[in-house]
Structures are given as C-alpha cells and as structure tokens.
C-alpha cells in the first residue's frame, strides 16, 4: 500500500518561500516517478515539476528557475523548494507517484494512481 502526506503549505507575501514536503509510505520494492501538481479554484489540476527514477527532473516553463523538486530516498520524502512565489502560484499542491513515467506536458492526472491529501499554498501580492 503507497500513501503520501504532503505537509509544509500556508501564506507569504509575493517574492517568499516555501518548501513543501511529501512523505511516501511504499514497499521498499517499489520505485516511483513522482511529481509535484497544483490546482487553483476553477481551474484544471497542472503538473509543476516531476522526478524520474534516475533523478532527472522536469518543470513547466511557469516556475523554471524559482521552484526545484528533490526526492531524498533514505528518508522517503520528495520536496518541492519555492522561491520568488508569485500571486498567481496561489492553489492547492499535491504530490503524486506513477510507476510509469509522468510527462511534464501531459494533461490527463487520472491515469495517475497514487495522490496525496493536498496542501494549500497562498501568496498574496
């Protein structure tokens, strides 16, 4: 059984940072590529930044140089370090794994199985 708890989200002003947390809870068997999606209200779930296996990592254009996503696999937590937030990164983050790889570019999020619970992430101008 896969379970992951993201914890670390709240409020900052414009051009703050945060770091959020992700615990995964998974048989020592299972390797997952795993990615960080966001949702604001009204809009669709959208991809953010994403892990392969190997470690290589994938952001969309949007948060290019401000966010970097990191697993560290001794402690089972994958991490997403925000930095110069903006107004407009405001929506709730949740991070996700697939034992396939997650394309940054993708649309479709219910082919991915596993989903944490959310956490919410405000940044007020």
């Known amino acids: 059984q896969t379970h992951l708890v993201e914890s670390g989200g709240g409020s900052v002003q414009a051009g703050g940072s945060l770091r959020l947390s992700c615990a995964v809870s998974?048989?020592?068997?299972?390797?997952?590529?795993m990615g960080w999606f966001r949702q604001a209200p009204g809009k669709e779930r959208e991809r953010v930044a994403v892990?392969?296996?190997?470690?290589?990592?994938h952001y969309v254009d949007s948060v290019k140089g401000r966010f970097t996503i990191s697993l560290d696999n001794a402690k089972n937590t994958l991490y997403l370090q925000m930095n110069n937030l903006k107004p407009e990164d405001t929506a709730m983050y949740y991070c996700?794994?697939?034992?396939?790889?997650?394309?940054?570019?993708?649309?479709?999020?219910?082919?991915?199985?596993?989903w944490g619970q959310g956490t919410q992430v405000t940044v007020s101008s």
């Open positions: 998974k048989s020592p068997y299972s390797t997952y590529f």
């Open positions: 892990i392969d296996t190997d470690g290589t990592t």
């Open positions: 996700a794994a697939d034992i396939v790889s997650i394309d940054i570019h993708g649309l479709l999020t219910d082919n991915i199985p596993y």
